[in-house]
C-alpha cells in the first residue's frame, strides 16, 4: 500500500491522525495532515483505509499493491 494525502484539501479534521497515528500527524500552525510514512507495514493498513474513508475532504489516497 501506498498513502497519498491532497494537502490542500486537507479541512483539518484528525480524523486519521486519531485512526493511524504511526502514519498521520498534524501541523501544529494550522492542523492540516502530515503524512509520516508513505508506505505502512501491514498491520496498520487497517487503520489507514478507515482513516482514507471518513477522511471528510477525501484528501487520502491509498494506492494498494
Known sequence: ???????????????CVLLAPEVFDQRDDDGMVVLLDE??????HD???ESALV???AA???VES
Not at 508506505?39 to 496498520?44: D, R
Open 1 to 15: 500500500m501506498k498513502v497519498e494525502v491532497d494537502v490542500p484539501k486537507c479541512v483539518a479534521s484528525g480524523q
Open 39 to 44: 508506505t505502512p507495514a501491514p498491520e496498520l
Open 47 to 49: 487503520g489507514v483505509r
Open 55 to 57: 477522511c471528510p475532504a
Open 60 to 62: 487520502i489516497r491509498l
